[in-house]
């Protein structure tokens, strides 16, 4: 026994240490400013958004506008094919997000259409000829693996953004059924700002101007007659004021839908300045690019193009020569060329995004937080430590060890697993400590009994713990089946708690078992009678 | 030293009046719910929450005019309170509106409310905390909070009938369902708005609520193991009267805990602890009054409980025609 023992007794010193190091440690030293490793410093508790203040955001990721654009693509792409291949249809209307239809296919043309299609049934089913008519719909499959791309391009393109922000230690991941995106930027306080980078579509476009500027979207809806033809669209913009300095008043253009360059083609974007010294971004073509850029100027010279972001035209100049690889997006102010640099470097995303939450944490609201959650975890601590002293005695300073030790170790646990504390993780914290008391009384409870069926006291130990553990595992592991549903339903905070219960329960049973034993032991060892014992 | 020494309450002779109480909490908690309603947290409700520290604390009734003046189809369904230490001065206002969902507009509401403190004169103020939610974000937690409430409940119940008996599986079930409905109806009557911390409270009360059960009934399968000659009833009452001590320190001490997170938490952890300490009291009331008085009624018929030898001694239940027929059986 006494062998087994020793090794209990260095077990215990171990672990006591090395939580201590990794949890308790640092906390202490970075605000005494006491020696510390870097690796330990890195380790050490990060604070959650509530305590810590920042801007908490949920996306809500539009995967439907992501289908759209690949349904109007692959429908463009059929009517270029059918172009080309003279094959003559009514139309090519695009019905929904994942739907379209070619209407009129002549008979005798039948043949050559099937051919243009087989690019489209790749990822379409086609339905059999109604009238002349077919209607593709996208393939199931391809639906949700376009879907789920489009949620995980979009969570990279925010990371980018985020990180191009110089944000320290966000936090981007997704949530809900998977089509939500929850941004958290601590110690960030302009929140639109924030809201309108990560948002922004970042989608540029080359295009050639039909008409335009008019002063009114009616305006330019009137020199159409209300009838847009279906290959323009209207797009608002800011009139140039030029040399005069100030950025111009909104204007309307009627401007092609079809891109001769998109935001897929672009190799690199900078700040720079215009001719007029002010604020521009200036950006780069990728080489296939550029050549059919090259070429694109070189027929449209004397032809006005836009400049469209996010479908605003942001700058209209006339092709002067053939431009090959490189453009600069101008009348923009210096936050705007800020923010459109980092949104152009970033990518576009692939989808729509829309805020479903929003919520900004003061600097002060978060340090309140802490001072109200720590206070009331002292106090509990301090009220049960009185209690378990008063009520058990010199026992109850073994409870009290153990509980200290369980502790100790949640947060050395907390810390190396890289969890984050939050406000209702200190409320864990409070729920583990009741927990680790429970066991506690519920051993000594036990030992008592068996006492006072005048056993001795070294079989009334034993007694005790070895019934109690079983009822201890058993407590412990429907409490962790509860917590673990936690888990799975919980938004940030509430899987913190989660997190703290089940790391706690898992490290109460190691406390008060095997430690509160050992501990009795120690003492109870050295002495060769034992005949009472102040419980 | 002891707070309860061998004592010897005939708990199950008061499992009537305990049905009866708890029936009576949980109508009343129906019936208020129904006509008071259950006020609705943002997180759930949606809505628009913008917490302001003011330089010179403004009266409610001020900021309540402001709103109604200034805000848009304002009226009751404003709220406005102060939060925190009154030393911080400052105010909650809470408005049912969001803007449009789609794009960034979402926070529209929140500049309109803003708007309408500055317009009224109260003095500088600053916006230290906002919160805002779309509706369909509380629809989408309401449903995954049930979800996970029933799966919790199932996983439980399979843990409990895997370990002990079926009927002590549907005895602790029926008790946690009981302390949810207990401590709904006291969320109801003080009009504790119904947050996700509020949830998580429930969720651990559910937790608790088992774990005070489970004790109980793993000191029931011990004694029934030792004591062949016992009736059930017997049993049950003696494994109460034996684990009193423990239940009660338990109890006390949680609710200690709970008490203390109440009174110096803050304002974020209050309902959580409200919600705890409800629990708490329900959990351990309904651990020996309704999860063991179920486990008798569910076994009453059943021989293997029954006792086998000795002649049933009617003292500690007072219910001894009952008693007398399972005998006869045995």
Do not use: C
């Not at chain 1, 290959?231 to 800011?238: A, H, N, S, T, V």
């Not at chain 2, 009952?322 to 006869?328: C, D, P, S, V």
């Amino acid at each position: 026994m006494q062998k087994n023992l020793r090794w209990r007794i260095l077990i215990t010193v171990a672990v006591a240490v090395v939580f201590g190091l990794v949890g308790v440690y640092p906390i202490v030293a970075s605000s005494y400013n006491l020696p510390m490793a870097d690796w330990l410093l890195e380790k050490q508790l990060k604070l959650g958004l509530d305590l810590k203040g920042g801007v908490h955001l949920v996306l809500q990721v539009q995967t439907d506008t992501a289908l759209r654009s690949e349904t109007e693509a692959q429908a463009e792409r059929l009517r270029e094919a059918l172009r080309t291949a003279g094959t003559n249809v009514g139309g090519v209307t695009v019905l929904s997000s994942t739907q379209f239809r070619v209407d009129g296919v002549p008979p005798e043309q039948d043949a050559a259409f099937l051919q243009a299609a087989a690019d489209a049934d790749a990822n379409f089913d086609r339905s059999s000829r109604t009238n002349g008519a077919y209607t593709f719909t996208m393939k199931p499959n391809v639906q949700n693996s376009m879907k789920a791309e489009a949620i995980v391009q979009a969570r990279q393109t925010i990371e980018r953004r985020v990180n191009e922000l110089g944000v320290a230690e966000p936090s981007i991941a997704q949530q809900g059924n998977g089509e939500q995106i929850l941004v958290q930027l601590p110690g960030v306080t302009d929140v639109d700002r924030a809201k309108g980078i990560i948002s922004s579509t970042g989608l540029l476009k080359l295009t050639l101007v039909e008409q335009g500027p008019f002063p009114s979207r009616e305006a330019a809806l009137q020199a159409f007659n209300n009838a847009v033809p279906p290959d323009l669209e209207i797009l608002p913009g800011r009139q140039d004021a030029g040399a005069g300095g100030g950025l111009g008043s909104t204007v309307f253009y009627a401007v092609k839908k079809a891109a001769a360059v998109s935001g897929r083609d672009l190799r690199s974007a900078q700040q720079s300045l215009d001719q007029y010294n002010r604020p521009a971004v200036s950006f780069t073509l990728k080489q296939d690019a550029a050549l059919r850029f090259g070429n694109f100027t070189q027929t449209n010279i004397g032809r006005p193009m836009a400049i469209v972001l996010d479908d605003r035209v942001m700058s209209v100049a006339t092709i002067q020569g053939r431009i090959t690889d490189n453009g600069q997006i101008t009348g923009i102010n210096r936050e705007e060329m800020i923010d459109t640099v980092i949104t152009l470097k970033s990518g576009a995303l692939p989808a729509k995004m829309d805020y479903i939450q929003e919520q900004t944490i003061g600097p002060s609201l978060g340090a309140d937080a802490i001072r109200a959650g720590v206070t009331a975890s002292v106090v509990g601590l301090f009220l049960v430590v009185a209690f378990m002293l008063f009520y058990y005695k010199l026992s109850g300073v073994n409870a009290v060890v153990a509980l200290i030790l369980n502790l100790v170790i949640l947060l050395g646990l907390m810390a190396y697993i890289g969890a984050v504390m939050t406000l209702p993780g200190i409320a864990g914290f409070v729920l583990t400590m009741g927990i680790g008391v429970d066991s506690n009384v519920l051993i000594f409870e036990r030992i008592k009994e068996e006492l006072e069926q005048g056993r001795p006291v070294k079989t009334a130990l034993n007694a005790g713990f070895g019934r109690v553990f079983l009822t201890l595992l058993d407590t412990h592991i429907s409490a962790a089946i509860a917590a673990l549903f936690l888990m799975q339903f919980g938004t940030g905070p509430i899987r913190g708690f989660a997190y703290t219960l089940i790391i706690g329960l898992a490290s109460n049973l190691f406390t008060s078992t095997f430690v509160s034993r050992t501990l009795f032991e120690l003492v109870l060892g050295q002495q060769p009678q034992v005949k009472t014992l102040s419980i | 030293m002891h707070i309860f020494h061998n004592t010897t309450f005939d708990f199950l002779r008061w499992r009537w009046h305990a049905i009866i109480l708890s029936w009576v909490v949980i109508i009343a908690g129906v019936a208020v719910g129904f006509t008071k309603g259950v006020p609705l947290g943002l997180e759930f409700a949606g809505g628009t929450a913008v917490i302001a520290q003011f330089d010179k604390t403004p009266t409610i009734e001020s900021v309540r005019q402001a709103l109604d003046r200034n805000f848009p189809n304002g009226g009751e369904n404003v709220i406005v309170q102060s939060y925190g230490e009154p030393s911080q001065r400052e105010v909650m206002i809470r408005v049912p509106q969001v803007g449009t969902q789609g794009g960034t507009s979402l926070s529209a509401t929140r500049s309109a409310v803003e708007a309408a403190i500055r317009a009224a004169n109260l003095g500088n103020f600053t916006v230290v905390g906002t919160e805002i939610v779309s509706p369909t974000v509380g629809r989408d937690l309401s449903q995954k909070g049930l979800s996970a409430f029933v799966l919790s409940l199932l996983g439980i119940l399979a843990y409990i009938a895997f370990r002990f008996e079926f009927s002590f599986a549907v005895g602790a079930v029926i008790a946690t369902v009981h302390d949810i409905f207990v401590t709904f109806a006291f969320l109801a009557f003080f009009q504790y708005d119904l947050t996700l911390n509020v949830i998580a409270a429930l969720l651990t009360v559910t937790g608790y609520s088992t774990n005070d059960t489970i004790v109980i009934f793993d000191r029931v399968r011990e004694n029934l193991r030792a004591m062949r000659t016992k009736s059930l009833n017997e049993v049950v009452n003696l494994s109460l009267n034996q684990t009193l001590g423990r239940t009660v320190i338990t109890a006390g001490t949680a609710l200690l805990s709970s008490i203390a997170l109440f009174l110096f938490g803050g304002e974020v952890l209050r309902g959580f602890a409200f919600t705890m300490i409800v629990g708490i009291v329900t959990g351990t009331y309904s651990s020996v009054f309704v999860a063991a008085a179920i486990v008798t009624f569910w076994n009453r018929k059943n021989r293997r409980f029954a006792a086998a030898t000795a002649p049933p001694s009617d003292a500690a239940t007072g219910q001894g025609g009952r008693k007398q027929k399972r005998a006869k059986a045995s």
